[in-house]
């Protein structure tokens, strides 16, 4: 008979990217910064906010970006982690093979519970049709590691167990 309680658990552990973290792509502006239209070949800079929102601390985060698929195996972007490039459709950062550990992510509520990123940068590579906007660029957590510290030492309440001391006291 499996235990439903561990079933859950891992469950809760494969959904918490879904259901406890949220990923923001912010601080976007166009290379050189002038203009507001991104055409085909344009240079652009972002940086990505994530912020746990629940009781797990994360550690060694890798974040995943690629650029969002065009048809005909092309992309409407592609990424780096350097203005110079060199720009690709999909990249982890950091790149497990540079030696890097990912960053981490404290539980809800305590100091270091949200990141946000140094630059990355993207090119235009494919338009997307004349005034259509489209989404060009996802960006996700591709691993982390659990930490259970914080639930399992800061968890409040004891609990339904007790017991009492049920004794007769007898008049002097």
Known sequence: MP??????????????????VTIEIVDYELLPSFGAVLNKDDLFRFKVRVTNNSYLIMENIILEMAGMDAGAGSTYAEVAIAES??????MLHPDKSSGFSGFT???????????????????????????????????????????????LKHSTGGGAAKDVLNKEIVPI
Do not use: C, M
């Open 3 to 20: 235990s439903t309680f561990f079933d859950d658990f891992a469950t809760a552990l494969k959904d918490y990217t879904t259901d406890h």
């Open 105 to 151: 992510l404290n539980a809800k509520g305590l100091k270091g519970s949200g990141h946000t990123t140094d630059w990355f940068y993207g090119k235009a590579t494919t338009a997307t049709g004349s005034g259509i906007s489209k989404d060009i660029l996802e960006v996700g957590i591709r691993y982390w590691g659990a930490n259970l510290e914080h639930l």
């Open 85 to 90: 490039g060199p720009y690709v459709k999909q």
